[in-house]
């Protein structure tokens, strides 16, 4: 009995989070693309922000990076998983900007919904520009959540690639970002 109140509840939870996410994506939908991109700005700076002040590693790496990408997401789950956001990437000499959107998708045993924040941080000219000119897909994780209180570990470029995920939790170094897809959002770039 117990159990069964407990998928009841869990249930419910996320037809919930669906409807926030649908009423979301309603306001999403009536903004002018110059009010999107302002928002995607804002939130990709905060999340810039906020991982480089938690972590001096992360900060360092930022330094010598060529750019940066940052992105807002959320996934649900409830047997099959999905999710989505919006993001920008940064040439860090002369800010130009790139506006990005990503999509995941999946299928096992999971329950919830997370709201969650990546930032990407670039070596070179090579990979940022084959990230956006070419997207990107996140195949297999790249990497897993560090330490119980969420602090990043990372020390240096993989592939080029510095991954750093945020939410609630804290920050995580080298996200689970598997089965995500980036890609260029050209109706926020025309």
Same mark, same amino acid.
């Given at each position: 009995?117990?159990?069964r109140l407990v998928v009841v509840a869990a249930v419910v939870g996320l037809i919930g989070s669906a409807s926030l996410l649908r009423a979301e994506e309603k306001s999403w939908e009536e903004l002018d693309a110059a009010s999107k991109r302002a928002k995607i700005d804002e939130t990709a700076n905060k999340t810039k922000d906020d991982i480089l002040a938690a972590d001096a590693k992360a900060k360092d790496l930022y330094k010598k990076s060529y750019g940066w990408a940052a992105f807002d997401n959320l996934k649900i789950a409830f047997g099959f998983s999905g999710g989505g956001g919006n993001g920008v990437a940064v040439v860090k000499k002369g800010d130009h900007r790139t506006y990005m959107k990503m999509g995941t998708a999946g299928l096992g045993l999971?329950? $919830?919904?997370?709201? *969650?924040q990546v930032l990407f941080l670039f070596q070179?000219?090579?990979?940022?520009?084959?990230?956006?000119?070419?997207?990107?897909?996140?195949?297999a994780s790249a990497g897993a959540q560090a330490?119980?209180?969420?602090?990043?570990?990372?020390?240096?470029?993989?592939? $080029?690639?510095?991954? *750093?995920?945020?939410?609630?939790k804290g920050l995580m170094a080298t996200a689970d970002i598997?089965?995500?897809k980036y890609e260029k959002n050209d109706k926020l770039n025309e």
């Open positions: 009995m117990t159990r999971s329950l $919830g919904a997370k709201k *969650y070179d000219k090579t990979t940022f520009d084959n990230f956006v000119e070419k997207g990107w897909q996140a195949d330490g119980g209180e969420g602090v990043g570990a990372q020390t240096g470029f993989v592939n $080029g690639i510095a991954v *750093y995920q945020v939410s609630d598997a089965g995500t």
